[in-house]
């Protein structure tokens, strides 16, 4: 099993649309845990770290379910600039180790 | 504001001969990190250095080899290039605890 896992999609939404991925860990001491956005052909930019008690920035909300071992990530009202490969990054003692990535297309 | 610097950009190798692709970071991070992406995969961890002096491996080690030079630099090392070793490499770099990873731009390698 791998250690972070992540469906591959692609979700293909149009503008507006509400969209959630999940990432699951099989590691349960992991300490921090990230989301990434990475356009074709560039490196990955942080998009928002994932705090225990939840957290968001603007149209983004980050969850952490420690119990369940996954964290998610919520796009509300999609634009077509989110078009992006969504990647999930979790630390396990510097261990820095990524999902395979979620592939987004947001359609006019 | 320079960041993470990686070089070269671009390098294609035949099978067997060896190269060194170079990592530096400018904003006093304790770790760095090198990772490989091949097309429609995600990035898979190669080596790592928690800290100066210090290198671990990760999960796809195998035909590489790295030196933490000092704190600044990290380099990763192709001993005899096979063409399974085309991908595109991306160093980071990170502070302790719990903060993220810093990129650099990436080096698009080929192996013939």
């Known amino acids: 099993r791998k250690e972070v896992e992540q469906d591959p999609g692609p979700f293909n939404v149009p503008e507006g649309a509400t969209v959630a991925f999940n990432c699951t860990y099989s590691?349960?001491?992991?300490?921090?845990f990230f989301w990434y956005r990475q356009d074709c052909r560039k490196e990955p930019k942080l998009l928002m770290s994932v705090y225990s008690s939840g957290n968001e920035d603007g149209r983004f909300t980050a969850q952490l379910n420690r119990a369940s071992q996954y964290i998610s990530l919520l796009i509300r009202d999609s634009k077509l600039s989110d078009s992006a490969t969504y990647l999930c990054v979790v630390n396990n003692n510097n261990d820095m180790r990524f999902g395979a990535g979620t592939r987004l297309t947001v359609k006019p | 504001n320079a960041g993470v610097t990686q070089t070269p950009k671009f390098q294609v190798l035949k099978t067997g001969q060896s190269m060194t692709l170079q990592c530096a970071q400018d904003?006093?991070?304790?770790?760095m990190y090198w990772y490989r992406q091949d097309p429609g995969m995600g990035l898979r961890l190669i080596y790592y250095s928690a800290s100066e002096g210090t290198t671990d491996k990760g999960e796809v080690p195998n035909g590489y080899n790295v030196s933490r030079l000092n704190k600044r630099e990290f380099s990763l090392r192709l001993e005899s290039a096979a063409p399974s070793q085309t991908s595109v490499y991306f160093c980071?770099?990170?502070?302790?605890?719990?903060?993220?990873?810093?990129f650099g731009n990436g080096t698009r390698l080929t192996v013939t």
């Open positions: 980071a770099s990170r502070e302790v605890g719990n903060s993220p990873l810093h």
């Open positions: 590691n349960s001491a992991s300490q921090s």
């Open positions: 904003m006093n991070h304790n770790s």
